[in-house]
């Protein structure tokens, strides 16, 4: 199993980025996708998921309005629109896999992740 970010980068506040994630080794649609981020010192956040189970989109409070989570199935790629970035945003992005989540509680933690790629940082300048 593979998932590889790419796209991130230095950013001025207000402006937009788009970061995507390659995925191999796993059939795309059995799997629960989604975006965290971290800084050093604090666990992991969810930011965005989309459910193969139910079909959901769900956002953290804190980019709802700004970021937009979205997947190519045929392409196996998954992607995280970033507009209106803000200094706070700053974070290494990290994409994750869920197999069988079904419960929406779960959709932005961690641990109910089995994959994850190697993150890509994101620098947002004020």
């Known amino acids: 199993v593979q998932l590889v970010e790419s796209g991130g980068g230095l950013v001025q506040a207000g402006g937009s980025l788009r970061l995507s994630c390659e995925v191999s080794g796993i059939t795309f649609d059995d799997y629960t996708m989604a975006w965290f981020r971290q800084v050093p010192g604090k666990e992991r956040e969810g930011v965005a998921s989309i459910s193969n189970t139910d079909g959901t989109y769900t956002y953290a409070d804190s980019v709802k309005g700004r970021f937009t989570i979205s997947k190519d199935n045929e392409k196996k790629i998954l992607y995280l629109n970033i507009d209106n970035a803000e200094p706070e945003d700053t974070a290494v992005y990290y994409c994750?896999?869920?197999?069988?989540?079904?419960?929406?509680?779960?959709?932005?933690?961690?641990?109910?992740?089995?994959?994850w790629g190697q993150g890509t940082q994101v620098t947002v300048s004020s």
């Open positions: 994750g896999a869920a197999f069988g989540l079904y419960s929406k509680t779960y959709y932005l933690t961690h641990w109910a992740y089995d994959h």
